[in-house]
């Protein structure tokens, strides 16, 4: 031990949850220790710890660890600094948390579905009893997402963000098209890796990702969170034959999570989209994930890692808690606030109706192989005042009468879109559902 | 103006050159006012700037802001708090920072020269003094990678760094490759553009690059900043036919800055780099920088986004200059070190000598069109032990004797590399010189 280091007493840490998450930053603890002391100047050290069942096997080593199957004794433990949220869920996990703060703990947690939902409650009761919430692992693993939002783009306005949240979703996409496969297939095969869950539908249809979105949208526009509000549509209706065809035109298909400042109000919305190849985010495979920020001075910025496992979230959430050991000193009013602004300039930024959000459209149908067809489809967007970009009309394999038709549409306000597939859907050429994904040009 | 904000006094900054950064932070400062105001919870204002000509007119309106030709008028104004040093330079930046420091004011700057090769200096003035030293827009312009590298990862021993930290050559080599262009030729027009200076020698040479890898690679591994250390090689040499050739093997050649951990010190080089397409860095086209950073934790991570111009630039001026704020009431000790680890825990590594480095290489030569000759060339490598990993053969245009041959090898050290070079150039079927490109495989 160095000069200067004697005498500093380590910061003590609660640990609630011994889990892949848990296990992993008690890991991350360990082996890194001598980087971690270097950077925070102080040690850390996990005093206490909680689990449901403590006979567990484990992925880590909880010797010298107080355990108990309470986690009120964890966050009750007067010698506990700082309390690390690794439960997950909203019910138990909030309950705990709120008894954390009282007992007047910083905190740092990983769990997206709390903070998107119960987050205004949680920081008002943190910045009343003067203490940190720090989230960083709540939102694309281990990429300092929160960090580059809240303090890296501190000087702009930020006009949009995309980003690709859901490692599971995306894995699933990246199989589709690298080895043309079906949707139910890769599943199938993510589930047997343990990519995702035996109930995948926080994954696959996209709550996971609005969770996620609801957290990075308040940042960057400084409001508060409005989970509610996100429009969520997953990854379930897309299938190989929308993949392909979005690659001989050009596009990649990807779950985006997409929050907009307009005119007229935030976008958040949660989708498939069609983006342009040549965009650095559409070369985003695998579990990989990845955001790409708009801020008014800097421009589009991208940031890209993993968005889920054990070391990389053990990543995110040490970095928060050198952050808070770093941050203990100071006065909370000159720490980072927990949305970026100031609790007292939260703006309360009015949330786009879907029907307004403008996009460019990806439509897929099967028609009857007749003269007419294509003049009356594109007719009835002329009606609309809906300007096609591009259509495709493929040829019938031998022996079919059905030729598929895909069109690109030019941007167009939602509502517009509805009525034309309220019409389309009156076609008698037009055999079965027409299938529509938005298509982002992210400029 | 709210509640808590009424009578708190704005932030009093003084700010030296009125350039392109400069008046572009003024400009940011006036036009995200408000934004930054809810971020920072204090207003900013600049109330002292200095230029050597105030005649020249400006980008920027510098109405209300006291004016000087003399800097030092400015560091002594007892009413600044804090300095933007945005004149650039070795010189007097340096006379007037270290006075700066020694008058109790905090400073911003974004320049990299003086921070590569006089940091260590400047860090220990600052520290001795209680003052903070902020230079995120030293690298890669507006993305937030010091942040990234010295908060973000702070949990991770960090393996390695590659980036693309030069934006006009990386311009140079997308156009080359885009538009099978001369070096020479794209080199004039981005001169034309004002992405290049007059004098274009610290772009294409790489001495921009290695000032920006100095930086990142003692933050990376916590060691005194080393820009003697740094191997630097342009991009002067690779020709069209380097970037064509590699593409068709699968390849994308980029300038790259390259920090390394190894178990026998630490690599730092700048030079051309073939690397695998399908990696997202290979990607990064145009004038926009990019970084990569492979933690033992989080696993690989990419920041990306422009790396020059006035209004990213000022991005990362202001977003120091808000951190700046909010840490004007912290103790010293709790501030985040200048090089991320407390100066007392900075390590001296040992820097790898170069020709101890091992990387793959690509090598492209022209041989006479005669039976055994590509035999002589793999005994040679086979002789010195050096694995070779693809070979291509170049039908001769007609009416032409001379043969292209490109051969990849597997990793080999460079000391290995510098004998088969020997050799091949004493073997008389190879005609001119052999060019040599390294590979990396960024895994």
Same mark, same amino acid.
Not at 152 to 171: C, D, P, Q, S, V
Not at 185 to 195: I, K, N, S, T
Not at 296 to 325: K, Q
């Given at each position: @031990?160095?000069?200067?280091?004697?005498?500093?007493?380590?910061?003590?840490?609660?640990?609630?949850?011994? *889990? $892949?998450?848990?296990?992993?930053?008690?890991?991350? !603890?360990?082996?890194?220790?001598?980087?971690?002391?270097?950077?925070?100047?102080?040690?850390?050290? &996990?005093?206490?710890?909680?689990?449901?069942?403590?006979?567990?096997?484990?992925?880590?080593? $909880?010797?010298?660890?107080?355990?108990?199957?309470?986690?009120?004794?964890?966050?009750?433990?007067?010698? &506990?600094?700082?309390?690390?949220?690794?439960?997950?869920?909203?019910?138990?996990?909030?309950?705990?948390?709120?008894?954390?703060?009282?007992? *007047?703990?910083?905190?740092?947690?990983?769990?997206?579905?709390?903070?998107?939902?119960?987050?205004?409650?949680?920081?008002?009761?943190?910045?009343?009893?003067?203490?940190?919430?720090?989230?960083?692992?709540?939102?694309?693993? *281990?990429?300092?997402?929160?960090?580059?939002?809240?303090?890296?783009?501190?000087?702009?306005?930020?006009?949009?963000?995309?980003?690709?949240?859901?490692?599971?979703?995306?894995?699933? !996409?990246?199989? @589709?098209?690298?080895?043309?496969?079906?949707?139910?297939?890769?599943?199938?095969?993510?589930?047997?890796? *343990?990519?995702?869950?035996?109930?995948?539908?926080?994954?696959?249809?996209?709550?996971?990702?609005?969770?996620?979105?609801?957290?990075?949208?308040?940042?960057?526009?400084?409001?508060?969170?409005?989970?509610?509000? &996100?429009?969520?549509?997953?990854?379930?209706?897309?299938?190989?034959?929308?993949?392909?065809?979005?690659?001989?035109?050009?596009?990649?298909?990807?779950?985006?999570?997409?929050?907009?400042?307009?005119?007229?109000?935030?976008?958040?919305?949660?989708?498939?989209?069609?983006?342009?190849?040549?965009?650095?985010?559409?070369?985003?495979?695998?579990?990989?994930?990845?955001?790409?920020?708009?801020?008014?001075? &800097?421009?589009?910025?991208?940031?890209?890692?993993?968005?889920?496992?054990?070391?990389?979230?053990?990543?995110?959430?040490?970095?928060?808690?050198?952050?808070?050991?770093?941050?203990?000193?100071?006065?909370?009013?000159?720490?980072?606030?927990?949305?970026?602004?100031?609790?007292?300039?939260?703006?309360?930024?009015?949330?786009?109706? @879907?029907?307004?959000?403008? $996009?460019?459209?990806?439509?897929?149908?099967?028609?009857?192989?007749?003269?007419?067809?294509?003049?009356?489809?594109?007719?009835?967007?002329?009606?609309?005042?809906?300007?096609?970009?591009?259509?495709?009309?493929?040829?019938?394999?031998?022996?079919?009468? !059905?030729?598929?038709?895909?069109?690109?549409?030019?941007?167009? /306000?939602?509502? /517009?879109?509805?009525?034309?597939?309220?019409?389309?859907?009156? @076609?008698?050429?037009?055999?079965?559902?027409?299938?529509?994904?938005?298509?982002?040009?992210?400029?």
């Amino acid at each position: @031990m160095k000069e200067g280091e004697e005498n500093m007493e380590p910061v003590k840490v609660g640990l609630l949850g011994l *889990g $892949t998450v848990g296990g992993g930053t008690i890991n991350l !603890l360990q082996e890194n220790a001598e980087e971690i002391m270097r950077r925070a100047g102080r040690g850390i050290e &996990v005093i206490h710890a909680c689990a449901r069942d403590l006979n567990k096997p484990r992925i880590c080593d $909880t010797e010298g660890i107080s355990l108990s199957t309470d986690p009120n004794e964890v966050v009750d433990n007067p010698d &506990v600094d700082v309390i690390l949220e690794l439960i997950g869920g909203e019910g138990m996990a909030r309950d705990v948390m709120l008894r954390a703060i009282e007992n *007047g703990k910083h905190i740092v947690t990983a769990n997206k579905a709390l903070i998107a939902k119960h987050g205004n409650e949680i920081f008002a009761a943190a910045e009343a009893r003067g203490v940190i919430v720090a989230f960083e692992a709540a939102v694309a693993g *281990g990429i300092p997402i929160i960090k580059g939002l809240r303090e890296g783009l501190a000087a702009n306005r930020i006009e949009w963000l995309a980003g690709i949240i859901n490692g599971t979703g995306n894995f699933i !996409l990246t199989e @589709m098209r690298d080895e043309d496969r079906d949707f139910a297939d890769v599943l199938a095969e993510a589930q047997r890796l *343990g990519y995702a869950e035996a109930d995948p539908t926080f994954d696959v249809e996209g709550i996971d990702a609005a969770h996620k979105l609801a957290i990075m949208a308040s940042i960057a526009f400084g409001m508060p969170l409005k989970f509610d509000r &996100v429009y969520t549509e997953g990854i379930t209706h897309v299938t190989r034959d929308d993949v392909t065809f979005a690659e001989e035109l050009g596009y990649r298909i990807k779950h985006l999570g997409i929050a907009r400042r307009t005119w007229n109000g935030i976008e958040l919305r949660v989708h498939p989209t069609l983006i342009p190849e040549r965009q650095l985010i559409a070369n985003v495979d695998g579990v990989m994930n990845a955001v790409v920020v708009k801020g008014n001075m &800097v421009g589009p910025t991208l940031y890209y890692g993993a968005g889920a496992g054990a070391e990389p979230t053990a990543s995110a959430v040490v970095a928060d808690l050198i952050d808070v050991v770093r941050a203990l000193s100071c006065a909370p009013e000159s720490r980072v606030p927990h949305l970026g602004v100031h609790p007292h300039a939260l703006a309360d930024e009015s949330i786009l109706a @879907m029907d307004e959000v403008e $996009t460019a459209y990806y439509l897929r149908m099967q028609v009857v192989d007749r003269p007419g067809v294509l003049a009356d489809l594109t007719r009835t967007f002329a009606d609309l005042e809906i300007s096609i970009e591009a259509v495709v009309q493929k040829e019938p394999p031998p022996g079919e009468s !059905l030729v598929t038709i895909i069109l690109l549409t030019r941007t167009v /306000q939602e509502r /517009q879109m509805v009525k034309a597939m309220e019409m389309l859907g009156k @076609m008698d050429a037009i055999f079965g559902d027409v299938t529509r994904i938005r298509l982002e040009y992210l400029q």
